[in-house]
């Protein structure tokens, strides 16, 4: 990063007002009266309503459109395990994501242990405060079992967004990138630099979409993993391949596609050489990818090129999904957010790609022209047309798969 970008970081962080989220009032509070309402005395006529009936915190409270995005610091985005505090920027920023793009409300909240059990109990006792919780930058093995048992204690959605909006959205690039250089699911073959919450999400969901898990070569700081690996924890194990391969070098020997979900510069120029023709690269690692576009596309001309970055064409990024994945969850009260309804967001993105992008849109990215083929597989964040496309196929599928509380909305129907 350079100089100049990182200062801005700062300031743009520190001013006008430290962080980059207030607390809005929704309800006068201008009178006498208006405090009679919304404190003492009237405050109790909801209080009352909503322990008779639970369902009433939808009704007189902000629980409905109420996210919390919750860490515990472990992995902040490819920078590794910086503590609780210091993963703040980030859920702030997932918060004003949540907002400036589905005009859903979040809190973020810092949860300082590296324990699951403590972790999970913390969670599981202001759960019922929200609407719904994003869990965010915990990382693997952790992430699995705290995601699998507060799903299991909520009655409300519960999400990884690193495991499950990445995977949503490296799925419907993903789908757009093969179309586009003549490759099939079936047959490509994929190196998967990380073997974390985000490598195996996305590797998941890949293999749901028709790729072949034997053609998955998935690499974690000891190499490739392998049948004969003692040391694989049972997440891993589900990724071993019987192979003769060992290492990076090895893995990328004719490789279709290499997905980074590791770390900053782990792909060198000469391993990527070693690539299929038309190969497919997503140097997904924040905020410095596995290999920098440029040096990736010096020496391979026919390469389709993707980043987690706001600053390259191709932005493989969660950004693309928890927000609207959210919004249609909240719209129809979803219980969970299931299979289908992450299937259903990756299409939904994947299909958007394809359509004239509004003028709005090529402004906000400098005014060249956007449409879909090597630089553009995937629709940009500030497309307002992924609100209704993702949030509306989210909902659609929650309801069709009855884990609605909720009917669909009108601006839902098609
Ligand atoms: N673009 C996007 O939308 C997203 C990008 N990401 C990126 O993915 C990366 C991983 O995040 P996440 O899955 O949450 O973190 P985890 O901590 O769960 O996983 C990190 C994985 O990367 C592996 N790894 C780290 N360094 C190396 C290395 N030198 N060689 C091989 N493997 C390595 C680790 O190996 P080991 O198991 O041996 O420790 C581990 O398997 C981050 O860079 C993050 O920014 C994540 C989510 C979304
Ligand atoms: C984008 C994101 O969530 C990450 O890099 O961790
Ligand atoms: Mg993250």
């Not at 962080?19 to 006529?45: F, H, Q």
């Not at 705290?146 to 959205?169: M, R, S, W, Y």
Request: hydrophobic content about 45%; overall charge negative; glycine content about 8%.
């Amino acid at each position: 990063m350079s100089n100049d970008l990182k200062q801005d970081a700062l300031d743009y962080h520190a001013y006008p007002t430290p962080g980059k989220l207030s607390i809005e009032l929704s309800t006068d509070a201008l009178t006498a009266r208006d405090l009679a309402l919304a404190y003492s005395p009237g405050v109790a006529e909801p209080v009352k309503a909503i322990a008779e009936n639970p369902e009433d915190a939808y009704k007189y409270t902000m629980k409905g459109n109420l996210v919390a995005v919750i860490s515990n610091g472990t992995a902040i985005l490819g920078l590794g395990n910086l503590g609780a505090l210091a993963s703040k920027p980030v859920m702030e920023g997932k918060g004003l994501l949540f907002k400036r793009f589905a005009n859903v409300d979040s809190i973020d909240i810092e949860v300082d242990t590296t324990d699951v059990d403590d972790f999970v109990k913390t969670v599981e006792n202001i759960a019922e405060t929200f609407g719904g919780i994003n869990l965010e930058d915990i990382k693997a093995p952790e992430c699995f079992e705290i995601e699998k048992q507060l799903i299991e204690k909520c009655n409300i959605p519960v999400f990884h967004d690193d495991q499950h909006g990445t995977a949503i959205v490296t799925v419907a690039g993903m789908l757009n990138a093969l179309e586009i250089q003549g490759k099939d699911i079936k047959t490509a073959k994929m190196v998967c630099l990380g073997a974390g919450a985000a490598a195996s999400a996305c590797s998941k969901l890949l293999i749901t979409a028709g790729m072949n898990p034997q053609n998955i070569f998935m690499l974690d700081r000891q190499g490739v993993i392998h049948t004969g690996r003692t040391d694989l924890n049972k997440y891993k194990q589900e990724f071993a391949v019987d192979t003769d391969r060992r290492t990076l070098d090895d893995a990328m020997e004719g490789a279709d596609i290499f997905l980074g979900l590791s770390g900053p510069n782990l792909l060198t120029q000469e391993q990527a050489k070693k690539m299929a023709p038309k190969p497919i690269i997503f140097a997904c690692s924040n905020p410095d990818p596995e290999i920098a576009p440029a040096e990736a596309l010096a020496v391979l001309d026919d390469l389709i090129m993707a980043t987690g970055r706001s600053d390259f064409p191709n932005q493989v990024n969660n950004v693309l999904g928890f927000p609207f994945i959210f919004r249609g969850a909240l719209d129809i009260r979803a219980t969970r957010i299931n299979e289908e309804m992450k299937l259903a967001a990756a299409h939904a993105i994947k299909d958007l790609a394809k359509l004239e992008v509004p003028q709005g849109v090529v402004d906000a990215y400098g005014g060249d022209p956007l449409s879909y083929g090597k630089e553009y597989i995937i629709p940009k964040p500030m497309d307002e047309r992924l609100l209704n496309a993702v949030a509306g196929a989210v909902a659609r599928a929650a309801v069709e798969t009855g884990v609605a509380k909720l009917a669909l909305p009108e601006k839902y129907k098609i």
